[in-house]
């Protein structure tokens, strides 16, 4: 069983960590098949899974859905789910209760956007309750209205100190580990390697401590929208597609099913519906 040690052990040892994202019982227990180090609950399933438009609207009862079904499927991973918007952010006493629910389903982590005061009281106090806490900075998607869209962050020195700042406050109030998203690889190197914790980078670049990104994309699964960071190691849309083509035909032509999908009577028994 994976524990939160991992994190800091693999940074030790200078191997990267590797993370994905999953929604579901299959797509878990095959990521962990695999070996991959962590697995990430993400709002993006708003989105990929439920075909919401945005991560705003998926609620902490939906995400602990999914969480339950990762769960089940990679019963030896670490898994961290995702808090959605608005599931901590009036009060600690909601955002504990939520995070309780994240664990209760499953859930090894959660994950929090951003850096204020709020937020670092949050993280010490879930950190006290035994909940562990992974940060997220740089491109914060729950922030996107308010940050202007999808724009890349950390693109002058000041602003990479600025975000090194809230790095270092995170890492002193508890965090394992803090996602950097939608930075310069320049950037992401400078917040790293001045951080006593991880960092798991999302169009980042490569000197980050180990990486992330949402399995549907590097497996050409969702096509509504391809981020740039992203290297597609698969095209499962036009697998499914073809295959989905194929059986729809193979049933209308009577190819399907054929002799081989079938069962028969004994001769006895059909004799007797002659």
Avoid: W
């Avoid at 945005?54 to 769960?71: G, L, P, R």
């Avoid at 956007?113 to 992974?134: A, D, F, H, M, W």
């Avoid at 602003?159 to 310069?184: H, R, W, Y």
């Avoid at 992203?230 to 099913?257: G, M, R, W």
């Amino acid at each position: 069983m994976k524990t939160v040690n991992l994190f800091q052990k693999l940074k030790e040892k200078k191997e990267k960590i590797v993370m994905l994202t999953a929604y579901d019982y299959s797509t878990a227990r095959t990521i962990e098949e695999a070996g991959v180090d962590a697995i990430l609950v993400g709002d993006s399933l708003a989105m990929v899974a439920l075909g919401y438009r945005d991560t705003y609207i998926i609620t902490a009862d939906e995400m602990k859905i999914f969480v339950k079904a990762v769960s089940k499927g990679a019963r030896n991973s670490f898994i961290i789910a995702d808090m959605p918007f608005m599931s901590y952010n009036i009060n600690v006493e909601q955002g504990l209760e939520n995070a309780a629910k994240m664990i209760k389903a499953g859930a090894s982590a959660i994950k929090l956007e951003g850096c204020n005061k709020y937020i670092l009281t949050l993280v010490q106090r879930c950190v006290e309750s035994g909940i562990p806490v992974l940060g997220h900075l740089g491109f914060t998607p729950q922030l996107m209205n308010t940050i202007g869209g999808h724009k890349i962050q950390g693109k002058t020195a000041e602003m990479t100190e600025d975000i090194l700042v809230n790095a270092q406050k995170l890492e002193a109030a508890g965090c394992f580990a803090v996602v950097l998203e939608l930075m310069p690889t320049e950037s992401a190197k400078y917040i790293t390697d001045n951080l006593t914790i991880p960092t798991i980078g999302i169009g980042a670049g490569n000197a980050c401590s180990g990486q992330i990104v949402v399995t549907d994309d590097i497996l050409g699964k969702y096509t509504d929208f391809k981020p740039k960071f992203v290297k597609k190691y698969a095209d499962l849309h036009n697998v499914v597609l073809e295959s989905v083509t194929q059986y729809k035909n193979d049933v209308k032509t009577l190819i399907f099913p054929s002799e081989e999908e079938s069962f028969e009577l004994s001769e006895e028994e059909s004799n007797k519906l002659s």
